[in-house]
């Protein structure tokens, strides 16, 4: 079904997108996605310290399970993958949609603003970002909240960032705060780190969801449910392989939970699948597959995430739209326009070459377009249809509910 962008949501899109903006302006990578290999050279030496450190705990307590084994890969506190390393971008093992290209980032923050209008704009809005990567995401959604200051008003806005890794979350501190940061004074408080960004948009820092305070509350986990620990199962004559994240069903429930009692959504990014595929486990290392039980501690592990699983799990209560392709999502969210703007206003070859890229990258079917899905969590009465008003004062037009951005066609009146 095509719906039609009404006025407030088309003047919200070209304040951000249509306005010239100078191409020099506009990140990009044209690295490749942690989907597709490339030619880096294995340049980690074995992790043998997580070796031994596995090899006696399972000669102490017997065999570990496959979400044991992950789990202590990844987030050990002292040895683990993600506490230790700065993994991203091309010297690391895989890079993001956020690293490619700034769009992608500001396209989410234009359905951040949507959906705060759509829920009929709340006096406060936390943004809280699960597993933030490099900060990346987050800088270019506060770049379109500022831009947007006066649609905002007066709300109060601020940035919430769940990170288990020491070494992640100092350079997003970077990226994001610059000097303007600090630790907190005992390592048993929920808010590991402040800070403020330039702007002065306070900044926190969590090792877990539920350490967030509660507030209505938008929600963004971008490449976090593929790291969350799988448990596998072998089933029938034929031992097919099913997969179940259990973590990730808690955390769908919590975000369920929030969203019912203090309203906001939830936006889910991440390759995966619809209950469609069993066994998709497997490394990274280098932008390269890598064996999963190989020098454990040295790679990423990650696995698909099953979507209906976690629609299963988000229950009854809140309303949930997708998981549709990256590619959809992107193009209903108006990346076409936006490149249009930017290559209309640059005049360099070489800068053109690399925005069609970035573009070709995130949207075509064979390389990110079609490998990542959007999946919402909304509140009921975001899509319920507003009430007529009555008596005296009946409007000659009914009330409209403003369309889902992203998992809804747009188009401009």
Known sequence: ?????????????????????????????TAPSRLLCSSSVDRDKPRSSMLRHLTSKIKSTGPITVAEYMREVLTNPVMGYYVRNNMLGPEGDFITSPEISQIFGELVGVWIISEWMGAGRPKQLQLVELGPGKGSLAADIIRVLDQLRSVLGGALVSLHLVEVSPALSLLQAQNLTGERNREADSEDEPVYRHGETAAGLPVSWYRRLEDVPAGFSMFVAHEFFDALPIH?????????????????????????????????????????????????????????????????????????????????????????????????FLKNMGIDTRMQVLLRNCSDLSTRKQLVSSYDMLTNP??????FHFFGLLHPSRLTKPRKTEGLKLEKKSPVQLPVAGFTELAFS
């Open 1 to 29: 079904m095509r719906i039609f962008i009404g006025v407030k949501t088309r003047q919200l899109f070209n304040r951000v997108f249509v306005n010239p903006v100078a191409a020099s302006a506009v990140r990009w990578w």
């Open 232 to 328: 596998k199962f072998q089933a029938g004559e034929r031992r097919d392989h099913v997969e179940v994240c259990a973590e990730g069903g808690v955390i769908v429930q919590q975000l369920s939970r929030r969203i019912m009692e203090d309203g906001g959504a939830a936006l889910i990014a991440d390759y995966g699948h619809d209950g469609t595929k069993t066994d998709t486990f497997r490394g990274f290392k280098g932008h390269q597959l890598h064996d999963v039980l190989s020098s454990p501690g040295s790679a990423d592990l990650t696995a698909d995430v099953d979507f209906g699983f976690l629609r299963r799990m988000a229950g009854g209560d809140v309303a949930c739209l997708g998981p549709v392709t990256q590619r959809t």
């Open 366 to 371: 064979e390389k990110m377009g079609e490998r």
